[in-house]
């Protein structure tokens, strides 16, 4: 179900503070997993069945819509777990499971709980989705569509007025930023074939982020090629076309990224939300493309491209094994007291300096990720320029911080 007429902002939880970090920058909906059956499940920290019911209070106080991925392959000695797992979420008020094994589809109809269609249905055309309709009222589609194929296939929707189990249009989603595989949807066995380790279970190995060098088997000559990671394609970004994107047709804009960190969720989601608010308030422009490109670049990327969406040229490949980012942090410390009437936090240094003037970010569970630069600060109970590793420090902040809350300091990378 699409917000206020606009397209969906779908945001990525890994845990926690990731949860929050997207709750607080705009997302219109949430997917996270719960422990091992889901595409991530070696990634991220993972949420329990215990945290269902935390993670849709805090959405249902937001009114994001939750989406528990339930995406993976599924074995027989899987059942029961499957089970008991949308039980659990169905009664936790999650608001729809991400599925692509028919028993979880089946079983997710059975208690009433709306299904969405993973991508690694590999769902590309109008026939598909009319299928699927019997079960689903969202569907993910295939990474490899162009715009142009995802528009033929919104239109012939409403022509056709192909409607889901809610009774409402069928809706679209598509993936619109994050990190992009060489395999088709994801569907790759590099990782189970090196070290039986399968992707398909969510314990991919990344072997497409390596460097590798290739050799004759008769003569022994070896090629290096001139780019060492030409299995690792670069970071998907929309932003630039946000507007054709929209356009398409689509109901739902997924960004990628369960196994990054909580600052990486906060910045992607409030710039695509920015980006959004203005495609459809008539202020999108090429100026604020640059500026947001500029803040998405400052956390972990492999490098932009387009993907398959505008029909180009392809095979943009990363250069790099991990980020570009230009921007990096460095642990300073961990929170040991909020002060609540003089909105004053305190941090005890372990690690790295600090002074005014410093760009810091500060994660929790409950705080999210959060950024502010120091203007004033006391050290040690006196007022200070300067903490170092040892020192209490405390400065006045925009937001609550819980204990061990972790502080960092941002810097150029």
């Known amino acids: 179900m699409t917000i206020n007429n606009t397209i969906e902002l779908m945001s990525p939880a890994g845990d926690f503070e990731s949860l929050q970090a997207a709750l607080d920058n705009g997302c219109d909906s949430v997917y996270f997993g719960v422990e091992q059956l889901n595409m991530r499940a070696r990634s991220t920290v993972n949420f329990t069945i215990d945290d269902l019911k935390e993670i849709a209070r805090r959405c249902d106080?937001?009114?994001?819509?939750?989406?528990?991925?339930?995406?993976?392959i599924i074995y027989d000695h899987d059942l029961s777990v499957v089970k008991t797992l949308l039980t659990k979420a169905k009664e936790a008020n999650i608001t729809a499971v991400i599925a692509s094994d028919q028993a979880v589809i089946a079983m997710a109809r059975s208690i009433g709980m709306e299904v969405h269609i993973s991508t690694q249905l590999n769902v590309t055309n109008i026939e598909t989705i009319k299928f699927y309709s019997l079960f689903a009222d969202t569907m993910v589609l295939s990474r490899e569509l162009s715009l142009r194929q995802v528009k033929n296939i919104t239109d012939q929707i409403e022509k056709e007025q192909i409607?889901?189990?809610?009774?409402?249009?069928?809706?679209i989603e598509i993936f619109g930023h994050g990190a992009l595989c060489m395999a088709v949807s994801g569907k790759c066995y590099l990782s189970l074939h090196s070290h039986n380790s399968s992707a398909n279970r969510g314990a991919c190995k990344q072997n497409c982020r390596k460097k590798y060098t290739v050799i004759d088997q008769e003569t022994g000559f070896e090629i290096e090629l001139d780019n060492e990671y030409m299995m690792s394609p670069k970071d998907l970004c929309t932003l630039d076309f946000l507007d054709q994107v929209i356009d398409s047709g689509i109901k739902v804009l997924k960004i990628e990224g369960r196994g990054r960190a909580p600052e990486y969720v906060a910045t992607v989601t409030k710039t695509y939300r920015e980006a959004i608010d203005a495609y459809y308030d008539?202020?999108?422009?090429?100026?604020?493309?640059?500026?947001?490109?500029?803040?998405?670049?400052?956390?972990?990327?492999?490098?932009?491209?387009?993907?398959?969406?505008?029909?180009?040229?392809?095979?943009?490949?990363?250069?790099?094994?991990?980020?570009?980012a230009t921007q990096k942090k460095v642990y300073v410390g961990k929170g040991t007291h909020y002060f609540p009437k003089a909105a004053v936090g305190q941090f005890k240094i372990e690690a790295y300096d600090i002074k005014i003037g410093d760009k810091i970010l500060v994660t929790g569970p409950s705080t999210g990720a959060q950024e502010m630069i120091i203007d004033e600060m006391f050290v040690n109970d006196v007022v200070g320029e300067k903490a170092t590793k040892g020192d209490d420090c405390s400065f006045k902040l925009p937001f609550r911080i819980r204990m061990s809350d972790k502080l960092y300091k941002i810097v150029e990378a």
Request: aromatic share 14%; net charge neutral; charged share 20%.
């Open 282 to 324: 008539g202020t999108f422009s090429k100026e604020k493309v640059a500026d947001w490109m500029k803040a998405l670049e400052t956390v972990y990327n492999r490098g932009f491209w387009s993907g398959y969406y505008l029909g180009q040229e392809l095979g943009e490949w990363s250069d790099v094994p991990g980020s570009v």
């Open 61 to 72: 106080a937001k009114s994001v819509r939750s989406y528990l991925t339930l995406n993976t």
């Open 163 to 171: 409607k889901g189990p809610n009774g409402n249009l069928v809706e």
